[in-house]
């Protein structure tokens, strides 16, 4: 719902637009003069102005460049008792997005209003949008059981048809580089779409991100209004990227926002209502941080009503082949040429190696690989010598590997019950020693079934 101001010197008639408004979920403030209404505009930024032709002070087209420099983007609908053609153009080229002859018809007003509030929001995401660097949208290709269930369970999510505001929030947790950004925006799509805001909050000032996210009003510095994203992903989500980041005083006003769903700008004394779903991501342990006091336990549980890792690339062999088939093909059209293939061959090499840097280094090396190769096929030839070498267990204390060899999954098996043992069951502890998350942890206990060993014991 919307911030409407209305300025109309009838009281008659501005008060029954406010019972109208307000019946409709808006928040709605009245002004009887231009120089209230301005005043009105200047404490608090609308984002809808409704406002008489005639004035007792002044004409309500003069009144409408004094509006547009408080927000250039705020909708204006003149409405006068005295139409004429002329005033109408006129409106028009000083700003207005709309004119209306008295007496109003309520429904047709609601009917603009809303047209008018759903372009603000689109133009509002277009001009975010814009502003953000060119990526590559990614296509979230997976065979993983794992995140197949994902989509199974976000499908559930789907089937209840809730608005978006009202949608429980979802952290994925992984290393960097897994691609979390990427299932955000899948999960994002499969909901029904709308706007996708996306903030990185890591290495970010506080002040940045609170301004980016919460927006400001218009300051004795003469900076102009700025709604926030949140506002401008109405009806769509805000994905908040590396959330482990954000700073605690900056964690107290977004558990805010998910208790209410309003929001309040900087220099502003009232809350704006915002009808947003929140994805957020990180590659932190925020169970280690909470412990440690970096992260507020109270927004951790708000966060995670819904909670997914996204596992590591050298834990996913089925989708390494889909993977780099699509970068083939996605990049090879990218780049101005034909969609480019991978051979068998070349897929057996990138399936020897660990992939450190998850799916963003692979898309990396297949981008190198279409950039440098003119070949339709991209073989092995080509992207072994761009691959980056495995480091080798040259360090001293490192694990040697046996002449005769050995299975990783019984060392990886044994070092997570010694470190279990060591930290005395404790799993946050236990996943601080093998220098994983808590998530990654629990999985592989489930996975080797070291739970029921306790019990037995």
Known sequence: ??????????????????????????????????????MAAEAATPDLVLLDLRLPDRSGLDLIPDLKAIDANVPIVLMTAYG?????????????????NKPLDVSELGLLIERLLSQQRRDRELAYLRSRDARD????????????????????????????????????????????????????EL?????????????????????????????????????GLFEAGEGGTVFLDEIGDLDLDLQAK???????????????DRERDVNVHVLASTRHDLDAAVAEGRF???????????????????????????LARHFAREL??????????????????????????????????????VLVSPDEVLGVDVLSTLLEPAPRPDVPGQVVLPEEGLRLEDVERDLVKQALVRAGGNRTRASLLLGVSRDTLRYRISKWGLDEEAEQR
């Open 84 to 100: 004429s053609v002329r005033d109408a153009v006129e409106a028009i080229r000083r700003g207005a997005a709309d004119y209306l």
């Open 332 to 369: 090879g059209t990218q780049y101005g040429g034909a969609p480019r293939q991978i051979s068998l061959e070349a897929e057996k090499l990138l399936a020897g190696y660990d992939w450190p840097g998850n799916v963003r280094e692979l898309r990396n090396l297949i981008e190198r690989a």
């Open 137 to 188: 949208p990614e296509e979230a290709i997976s065979a993983h059981p794992r995140l197949l269930d994902v989509f199974a369970q976000v499908g559930r999510l789907c089937d209840a048809g809730l608005p978006a505001g009202r949608r429980p929030s979802i952290l994925l947790t992984g290393e960097t580089g897994t691609g979390k950004g990427v299932m955000a925006r899948a999960i994002h």
């Open 254 to 268: 977004f558990l805010r926002l998910l208790e209410k769903r309003r929001v309040q700008r900087i220099g502003s």
């Open 296 to 322: 507020r336990p109270d927004l951790l549980h708000r966060l995670r009503v819904l909670s997914f890792e996204i596992p590591p690339l050298r834990e996913r062999p089925e989708d390494l082949g889909l």
């Open 1 to 38: 719902m919307a911030a409407i101001l209305i300025i109309e010197d009838e009281p008659v008639l501005a008060h029954q637009l406010a019972v109208a408004l307000r019946s409709g979920g808006h928040e709605v403030r009245t002004a009887g003069s231009g120089e209230q209404g301005l």
């Open 191 to 227: 909901l029904g779409g709308g706007p996708f805001i996306e903030v990185n909050c890591f290495g970010m000032p506080a002040s940045w991100v609170e301004s980016e996210l919460f927006g400001r009003e218009r300051g004795a510095d003469g900076r102009a209004s700025q709604p």
